[in-house]
């Protein structure tokens, strides 16, 4: 299998420009995680997914995130428009959730290095 | 709301040395917890998965175990190597601890 793929790897960009981030989760699983990742703050859950239906956004930080997943095999964390203190490090995961609240084991992919200037 | 703690933040020993990391957590009612590892400019790297009804987990030289009732759980590496240098991390469900960052000195 190959993973959890993310693109881009990495994103510099200006402040006020859009930013899309990608995720391919891994084939068969019925969950998907976005987190973002600072010195700061640390790993932090922005929003995840079951059978493609947002279960849970009050990580999203403010209004100008937003996520979608159109099917079991794409999702997409948009950014729009973008600050400076956006820069961080966005994993996406996936897993195979169990009943109820199992979320089962997760498999992070390489993450997206974003740079607001 | 679930709060993971680790312990210590970081961790410098020789080569060849057995260690122990630390996670707490505040809320025992829980599926699953998850260690991990992180290599700089790396995404997370799952190593051990310890369900609720399990106590340990071992792969290679790792061992994990799990005590709810007490909120703590610790991963014991075993003859520690300079490549087992990374942050570790513990997830609670999705919550996640800051890590300890090992350094094993050759």
């Known amino acids: 299998d190959a993973g959890v793929i993310q693109s881009p790897r990495h994103e510099v960009t200006e402040m006020g420009q859009e930013v899309t981030l990608r995720c391919k989760p891994i084939?068969?699983?019925?969950?998907l995680f976005w987190y973002r990742q600072t010195m700061m703050r640390g790993l932090e859950l922005l929003i995840y997914?079951?059978?493609?239906?947002?279960?849970?956004d009050s990580g999203m930080p403010e209004d100008r995130f937003s996520a979608k997943m159109p099917n079991a095999s794409f999702s997409t964390l948009k950014i729009q428009p973008s600050e400076p203190r956006d820069s961080a490090v966005y994993f996406c995961?996936?897993?195979?959730?169990?009943?109820?609240?199992?979320?089962?084991?997760?498999?992070f992919g390489e993450g997206s290095r974003l740079t607001v200037l | 709301k679930q709060e993971v703690t680790q312990i210590p933040a970081a961790l410098s020993v020789p080569e060849g040395e057995n260690l122990v990391l630390n996670c707490s957590f505040t809320?025992?009612?829980?599926?699953?917890l998850q260690w991990f590892r992180q290599d700089p400019g790396k995404g997370l790297t799952s190593l051990l998965l310890?369900?609720?009804?399990?106590r340990e987990q071992t792969s290679g030289r790792l061992n994990a175990s799990l005590d709810k009732s007490s909120g703590r759980s610790t991963l014991y590496i075993a003859a520690s190597q300079p490549g087992d240098s990374a942050t570790y991390l513990c997830?609670?469900?999705?919550?996640f601890g800051a890590g300890t960052i090992l350094r094993v000195k050759s």
């Open positions: 995961a996936s897993s195979l959730q169990g009943d109820q609240s199992n979320t089962g084991e997760l498999f």
């Open positions: 997830a609670l469900e999705l919550v």
């Open positions: 084939s068969g699983h019925n969950s």
């Open positions: 997914f079951n059978n493609n239906v947002p279960i849970d």
């Open positions: 809320d025992s009612a829980i599926y699953n």
């Open positions: 310890i369900q609720s009804s399990q």
